[in-house]
């Protein structure tokens, strides 16, 4: 061995994985595998690496329960409880990962971690080498030396202490030998290990400052007075059996060679690859991994199976080829930049057909030559089968060109058969079905301002990987369809209703920029002079805003009983004012304050920014593949989130009007659908004759639960019944209906009780969902939608009850969503069949929002309440209670 200077990392894995777990939250990846503690430890791991930038690395692990301590001592760690699945799971993912760090590891039988790091700790103080130590496990001090440091965690495992013999002198007094004589002093419960009954750190700390060892004390037991003494005398054989168990033995016979830890990095494509399948994408970013395993220039390579053809301006021979190939395409993936299609810039397409891929560059569209191919995607009996035709479409659409004959949409197929992964892409795709991959996005063009579209050869490359990709997945991702029962699902709504959610979009709705800005100066007169009421009350201007102010008024000054302090100081969060209401008329003020300068910036200055200039309209962008339960999500701008609650918030509508003159808004809302799904699934007899009655559930509910007639229903009653209504929906806990009726969590509890007392068909449905989930692993709508539970068997009891009230509420959520959405696909056929100018404009929730002519208010405020109560046939009515207006706040 040279005079190079050599630093040995060596981590004890079973201690910092231990650590890991739990510190870190709940972590799972797409297939239900949990990974929390593989990304604390990772984390870790590349932290040290940079502190400490080893050319030797080891992680040890413990071999099995069985040591040569069980062998003197049987009890040895008996008190530990047995490792939760969730953590076990974890230890092949992990050893797995170090692989692909090009990490070596090392475990024996009869062996701990430690005496294999004590090992590896002699042979470089041996070798004149310095070593450094991470581990959970103060034992581990008594190896420190001039060469060898112990890097102890703290704070789960994001910040370690490091301890030299100095350090260990300064903190304890003591040298490092002597840790273990502390060891057999105090013992340590968590080794079960007994050491002396009734001496503690302090005592030990004390005994080994005046004699210096476990043997020097027990040769002095005669001179120690009182009941430590007699503790000293009576436990003489347990103090040498605890220190001879915590000492490190350190001739383990390690079978590596010192050379065969030389770290030398890991190889980005391996370790991007291992970073993929467990979905850490921060970890893949925070390592400049996107681009790993799957180079540009080598997309093309991998996949031998088909030709690049590139068709640009002026490349006659190919675009000849292409308007011969169209016929015959199998894909299309039409590429544009951004998250916002609407707002995109069109990058370009490519269609595999037969053993060739062509790849055109958008600018090349507007030319002569493409006239062929811009009538075959405007053609709606040429089937395209393509990745996001939802988004293609409105992309394609802001440079003035058609995109119809959607076929199959392999992100839509692949979000209904795994709704947790929200907008998966086609490189994740393939890596979840096994097939060959290709370059992540990210890799290709970069990210945020560092976004580029690449040169020619590279840009071709990846536009046909992905086309092709789009080919390989449709086949599979539609026979997974069939075997999970959701075809119909697929192609009779979902995909259906892509078409008219494009349609909806392109449409927009015209918002009069006017109105906003004057309810956005209202608004600022009425903050303006709470302000100052608030200012009046404290006695004094501050910053509102300042949570650490505010606090200093409300706790300090004005003497307000504290609900919840944080690291940082008092909390003023909504749920601390919402309990300090009643105490200071100040505090309604800041909660007022608060509503209207939110509605202010996010929804006034907002919505304001969303209005395109040519059209006065905004155009919203609706997502189908992003919420787990099946919903619709609004985005640029979320038109699902304004507030309606309040009256502030509700204004905010009038300033949504009809983009003809004349025109009205009629808008229709499902009256509490998810009750009514519950009553049909439940089959509770109760539940199902009060709707059937036409009966006002919340009072039905008041006069079951409190034993009173309709009459004696109060306000206070009813308002109580409707929290426990729809809590029931959400699963909700006695902790968090008391939280919403400002309730002791006993009269929550026995409320929850009384509820199902009287409609005990909804307990048997939540006992028997949570069985059946348990059972199948999964859930589904009534429509056959799935959502899949993989903490549903889990041991951890956190993990389990989430996915418990999952499992008890997707399937009304989830079926709701799925009502709503066939209402829009049944309400678009009959604007078609009956020839109607009335446009469907907006989906929020429960509620379709239309713009009609005046000759046809009186037939769309009878046909669309009637078309939604007629969209899925429950053993309840479903009802939807219609309004006209000028505007959407009158149509309320």
Known sequence: MGTEKQKVLLIDGNSIVNRAFYAMPPLTNSTGLHTNAVFGFTTMLLKVIEEEKPTHLLVAFDAGKATFRHEGYSEYKGGRQKTPPELSEQFPLLKELLHSFSIKQFELSGYEADDIIGTWTRLAEEQGQTAVIVSGDKDMLQLASDRVTVLLTRKGVSEVDRFTPEAIAEKYGLAPQQIIDLKGLMGDASDNIPGIAGVGEKTALKLLA??????SVLEHAGEIKGKLGENVRAHQEDARMSKQLATIFREVPVERTWDELRWEGYEAAELAAAFRKLEFKSLIERLDLSGAGSHVGEEAKAAADYEVVWAGPGAEREWAALNEALPAAESVLIEWSGDNPHQSLGIGLAIAAGGRVFAVPHEALAGDEAARLREWLADGEAPKRGYDLHGAELALARSGYELRGHAF????????????????????LLQRQGLAPIAFDDAVYGKGAKFRVPEREALAAHLAAKADAVRRLAGPLAEELDRAGMRSLYYELEQPLSLILAGMEKQGIDVRSQ????????FQGEIERIVGEI???A???????????????????????????????????AEVLEKLEPFHEIVRLILHYRTLTKLQSTYIEGLLKE????????????????AATGRLSSQYPNLQNIPIRLEEGRRIRKAFVPSEPDWRIVAADYSQIELRVLAHISGDEGLVEAFRQEMDVHTKTAMDVFGVQADQVDAGMRRQAKAVNFGIVYGISDYGLSQNLHITRREAAEFIEQYFAAFPGVRKYMDDIVAQAREDGYVTTLMGRRRYLPDIRASNFNLRSFAERTAMNTPIQGTAADIIKLAMVRMDEKLKELGLRSRMLLQVHDELVFEVPPDEVETMAALVPETMARAFPLSVPLKADVSVGTNWYEAK
């Open 535 to 537: 200012h009046r009350l």
């Open 611 to 626: 209005i395109r200039p040519e059209d006065g309209k905004i155009h919203t962008y609706y997502r189908q593949t992003i």
């Open 539 to 573: 006695g004094f201007e501050f910053n509102i805003g300042s949570t650490k102010q505010l606090g200093d008024v409300l706790f300090e000054k004005l003497g307000l009983p504290v609900v919840k302090k944080t690291k940082t100081g008092y909390s003023t969060d």
């Open 210 to 215: 005046e004699y210096g060892t476990v043997e």
């Open 515 to 522: 109105s906003l800005a004057e309810l956005g100066q209202e």
């Open 409 to 428: 949409d392999v992100q839509l197929a692949a979000y209904l058969l795994d709704p947790t992964e929200a907008n998966p892409s086609l490189a994740g």
